[in-house]
């Protein structure tokens, strides 16, 4: 088995939290995050530099259904207290974090600009009594209240279709259905059976793969 590190089942540090999610947030390219970009001499001049170095980690598609799902997380799920400050036209794709024993408070997320990783924690390790939506995710937004960022976008990509999906039934849709949604699918992977909302269509067994995606 493989931990929940997207959740915060396993302890790590800022820096490595906020490597893993810029590689959703680029489309798939892995950029190793340096705290020091390089050391100068006592008149400017480099001694030693650090260049970047970026390649693709994962492919452009599956980060965009990670950061689609992200957006979903924070819309309806456990970042909707992100709208109590930011403009609700505003996307953005973020996912909180709680270790064991409310010991590690975390939150990213991601606007169209830039990516905040927020990590509240006690020097002593024990529990802050803060989870990932009550603590850091608190933090983020009021810091990103002051930018005047750009939405989150999903955007074409290649071998990625979108279809419009009933919420009720997790099934096919259109645009007629009601707070009918799109989302993006790897190609041909798309539920194959219509939910009863859309025109001409008959009612099949659900799949609550839906549910299950941002439980």
């Given at each position: 088995?493989?931990?929940?590190?997207?959740?915060?089942?396993?302890?790590?540090?800022?820096?490595?939290?906020?490597?893993?999610?810029?590689?959703?947030?680029?489309?798939?390219?892995?950029?190793?995050?340096?705290?020091?970009?390089?050391?100068?001499?006592?008149?400017?001049?480099?001694?030693?530099?650090?260049?970047?170095?970026?390649?693709?980690?994962?492919?452009?598609?599956?980060?965009?259904?990670?950061?689609?799902?992200?957006?979903?997380?924070?819309?309806?799920?456990?970042?909707?207290?992100?709208?109590?400050?930011?403009?609700?036209?505003?996307?953005?794709?973020?996912?909180?974090?709680?270790?064991?024993?409310?010991?590690?408070?975390?939150?990213a997320g991601c606007t169209g600009d830039?990516?905040?990783?927020?990590?509240?924690?006690?020097?002593?390790?024990?529990?802050?009594?803060?989870?990932?939506?009550?603590?850091?995710?608190?933090?983020?937004?009021?810091?990103?209240?002051?930018?005047?960022?750009?939405?989150?976008?999903?955007?074409?990509?290649?071998?990625?279709?979108?279809?419009?999906?009933?919420?009720?039934?997790?099934?096919?849709?259109?645009?007629?259905?009601?707070?009918?949604?799109?989302?993006?699918?790897?190609?041909?992977?798309?539920?194959?059976?219509?939910?009863?909302?859309?025109?001409?269509?008959?009612?099949?067994?659900?799949?609550?793969?839906?549910?299950?995606?941002?439980?």
């Amino acid at each position: 088995p493989y931990p929940s590190l997207l959740l915060g089942a396993t302890e790590m540090t800022p820096i490595q939290v906020t490597r893993m999610y810029q590689t959703y947030a680029s489309g798939g390219f892995d950029t190793p995050l340096r705290a020091i970009t390089a050391v100068l001499a006592a008149d400017k001049a480099p001694l030693q530099r650090y260049p970047l170095n970026v390649r693709a980690a994962i492919k452009p598609g599956y980060a965009q259904l990670i950061t689609t799902a992200m957006m979903y997380a924070v819309r309806i799920g456990t970042g909707q207290a992100i709208y109590h400050v930011l403009p609700a036209d505003r996307n953005v794709a973020g996912k909180t974090g709680t270790t064991d024993d409310l010991r590690d408070s975390w939150f990213a997320g991601c606007t169209g600009d830039r990516l905040g990783v927020v990590w509240i924690g006690r020097d002593d390790n024990q529990s802050t009594g803060l989870t990932g939506s009550t603590g850091a995710l608190r933090v983020w937004r009021d810091l990103f209240a002051h930018f005047d960022d750009s939405s989150w976008m999903q955007t074409a990509t290649d071998g990625i279709e979108y279809q419009w999906i009933d919420p009720v039934s997790s099934l096919l849709a259109d645009s007629s259905c009601p707070d009918a949604v799109q989302l993006p699918f790897i190609t041909g992977s798309a539920p194959q059976q219509y939910a009863a909302c859309a025109q001409g269509s008959v009612l099949p067994e659900a799949v609550d793969w839906f549910k299950e995606l941002f439980r």
